[in-house]
Nanobody, 114 residues
């Protein structure tokens, strides 16, 4: 089992920045890909960004150039630096981690006011 705990969400004005963190614990298995997803009210959960253990990244088109995903393998941490935030970025952001199965965190709310 892998437990994921997100932190760093909150309320920010449009154009502002937030940094999300996710700590993974509870398993001796190697965590492969990690990532961030988000779900806005009335919408399906969508990919924001993913990162492999080796550092290869993938971003949704809507966040390219504004968000940066990174990870610390030694600490089993993944981060999401979010700059130039827009009201449409408002959502619950979920951390994901994969071993031979996929795990999800409880989510952290990000609200961007106009």
């Amino acid at each position: 089992q892998v437990q994921l705990v997100e932190s760093g969400g909150g309320l920010v004005q449009a154009g502002g920045s937030l940094r999300l963190s996710c700590a993974a614990s509870g398993s001796r298995l190697t965590i492969n890909a990690m990532g961030w997803y988000r779900q806005a009210p009335g919408k399906q959960r969508e990919l924001v960004a993913t990162i492999t253990r080796g550092g290869s990244t993938n971003y949704a088109d809507s966040v390219k150039g504004r968000f940066t995903i990174s990870r610390d393998n030694a600490k089993n941490m993944v981060y999401l630096q979010m700059n130039s935030l827009k009201p449409e970025d408002t959502a619950v952001y979920y951390c994901q981690a994969s071993t031979f199965r996929t795990y999800w965190g409880q989510g952290t709310q990000v609200t961007v006011s106009s």
